[in-house]
């Protein structure tokens, strides 16, 4: 049987009496790591009680000689007891070296020196696998710390080649190095299939795009204990990889600091024969696995020349070739063509029919048929960007879309026999500040869903949200029967829809990084301008709507005698008047109709016009 050997650092020579050769069961021999000259039979157990600096050099031994190897946790040994230990109780990893059975397991060099735990270039955030599962207070501690350090950093453009030669050039803030992780949210939620044999080193590249990003992830990681994979976050997972940035560099491995033109990552399979415990996952495992990137989230093309060695931009900026889909999107969206005004026609025509009808499902299918968003949030970017081929484009696609909506609208209230104000009509006839509400909520919906594929299935959510078609149709049909009252609240409707949209998708827009605020700030003025004077007649709409809203509020369910007070419906007139239904056991006379209207003025302190339906009810 082969001889079991202690190897200690001479600094802990006192302790090893007391705290650490009582721990073992079987024989041991002391040895003294001083000269790093030891040798040892092949096969020999080798029990290393060293520091982080001593450990590489032990290893390198032991791969040599054909040691089997443990690493016991040592004070000064923090990064190898994560990378080869796990156990933090020193008589618990003797414990369990001693009972183990040896495992070969891989080897992490980085320009050829042994990487016992992980690597940090630039920034890490802590998104490192000594990150452990953290409480709540502790959690908000870190994201604090983390949000303080966020105005100093700054992007730096790095190159990734893969042993596949796959080469990827982002504009990252730090890169992290791990042979594996193990016992951290790292483990569970990012790198779950990490492992010490699985011939691979992992590479975490946190290149986000703006401070809003980094914000958003250490809000969300203060508050739950759990996040999924950040945006900015790429992964790399491969056998060998060369980082370089044409520039020397410093990066930080196992806590000594080092600095190189190019760092070269190799993987080097189960070159170690290796005691531990269960608590080091070591999985029966090939050393041939395939190789993954993802990091198709991250800066790539033009964002990186942009984004590389500039402050972090507040918000993120797309690069030019980044939304050339979307853009050419836009400019067929601001396109006339037949498609769009024949869709533009039979949606008006639905909206008519529906409207006098007063059918909520045709009013809502001629939503979804009309294609007039489209042309609206090209607009939106044309006014962000400041393209004046765009916005005229858009702008005339815009006008002729309105025009055709009012020719059929009006063309259907001459061919339909009715000059009646149906319940759908009349609920387009006064906006009010809701309204613009629903349009920039909605403008913000159309522009993200526009911006994002992911999104995009839900445009004919926004389509109905808005509602463009149907006052627009109100508006043709108002000034088909010659009713300005009709046709003018309609419009401002519209009016209020589109002013609410173009501002609120232009912000979105200049938001998610489509145009810089300096080219954007003029549009976004004009934007504005036109939602403020189409808010003027909205806010006395609304302080209207908010008067009658406190009338029925005071009068509903209001009982004067043994009369009950139902179903209040206030018009904000002059003077006001309310319709409601009066609940009595008995008929009512004149006097009495008359007593109750007296003591609904007196509640309300002002004249009425009262139009009351009698309810007799008996028990």
Known sequence: MADSFLLFDIEQKDLLADDVLPYFEESILPRAWEDQALTFAEGSRVYAYLNDQQVPAVIEAAIAGGWHLAILPHPGALYAKRGFCAQSSLKKAIQDAEKSEVKQVDIVRCND?????????????NLIPTAKSLGFTDRVKLGWHNITKIRQACPKKMTFITANETTVTTAALGVV?????????????????SHINDGMCHAMIIAPRSVMELLRFFIMTSVIKYYSLPNFLGLIKTTALTITNGDKFEY??????????????ETQPEQLALLVG??????????????????????????VSEIASKPLAFIAHAATDEFK???QLLRDNATASSAFLTLMGLSTLLASVGLFASSAPVIIGAMILAPLMGPIISLSMAMARQDPSLLTASAR????GILVSLGFSSAASFIIPMEITTPEIAARLSPSLLDLGVA?????????????????????????????????SVTGIGIGWMDSHVAWGALLLF???LAGIVFAAALTFLALGFAPFTRAKKGLMIAFIGVALVSIPLVFSFLRLSQEAKIMQQLEGKEIGQVVLREVYARALEPTEISLKIVTPETLNSEKLDKIKSSIESQLQQKVVMEAQVVIRRE
């Open 325 to 327: 889909d979307l853009y």
């Open 495 to 497: 009016l209020t829809n």
């Open 177 to 193: 190095i791990a042979g594996h992780v193990h016992d951290s949210w790292l483990s569970k939620h990012i790198l779950p299939n």
């Open 397 to 400: 696609t815009l006008g002729i």
């Open 278 to 303: 269960e608590s080091l996952p070591i999985i029966d495992a090939s050393s041939a696995k395939k190789e993954q990137v993802k990091t198709t989230r991250l800066p790539s093309g033009g964002a």
């Open 440 to 472: 920039v909520i909605s403008g913000i919906a159309g522009a993200y869903a526009h911006a994002r594929v992911d999104a995009a299935k839900s445009l004919a959510g926004v389509a109905i949200a808005v509602a463009l078609v149907p006052p627009l």
């Open 113 to 125: 020196q042994i990487l016992l735990s992980s690597l940090v270039l630039g920034e890490s955030f």
């Open 252 to 265: 930080s491995m196992d806590g000594q600091t080092h600095d190189a033109d190019t760092l070269a990552i």
